[in-house]
């Protein structure tokens, strides 16, 4: 066997923690066919490889169709020839989208927030169209840890975006088959393969605290270089008894 490359590294480190998440959350199922949203950022452009790849392997057998949203008043170039010509090198068929919204609607939600919740609903009508049972998106597991600081710093809950999550209102479900993987490998990743970048000018993107997280997140690695291990941890490691819960005034006390 000939000496294993740096690429070759990166590769297989991404794969196997690809597959552990797969595997560990039962992400994919025999029969399965998968809509993957192609924004055209690195991290999608990674899954679609990924999940183009995997779909090659005898089992679980299923299918991969990637669909990229066109948001016509958000202005956000997408090359639309190189996500088709992408898409179709590694055998998957391509879907164009072109939806809108209007901000002025529910002025109770930010504009990022309708936007992305747009972006959503066409993805599921996509995958409504073209028989698809899910619906892949790109968060790897930088996205999911940040998002639990945010709701944490926030909302003031403990909650982030789940591997796995049931939409049983719409009948689909929505899996992030990267959440194990590390953003740096995608950025090497995305390097490597010369991803092209898309051109993204959105209006709103000042509004979002995300940016921010990342800087936490990595404040807290530099304290602890497993504090993204500790994080993840912390989510099935829950000691009710250690925190402290409200209880309910007993109204026979006040009777007394």
Known sequence: MGKMTEEDRLMRRINQRFMKGVMNYKLIEEGDRILVGLSGGKDSLAL???LARRSRIYKPKFSVVAAHVVMKNIAYESDQTYLREYAESLGVPYVCYKTEFDPST???KSPCF???WNRRKALFTVAKEQGCNKIALGHHMD???ETLLMNMTFQGAFSTMPPRLVMRKFDMTIIRPMC???EADLKEMAALRGFRKQVKNCPYEKD????DMKEVLARLEAMNPEARYSLWGSMNNIQHDMLPVEIEEDDSFNKC
């Open 208 to 211: 979002s605290h995300r940016s």
């Open 114 to 116: 309708l936007c992305s």
């Open 180 to 182: 194990l993987v590390h």
């Open 143 to 145: 996205d999911i840890l």
């Open 48 to 50: 679609l490889e990924l």
């Open 106 to 108: 529910d002025t109770r």
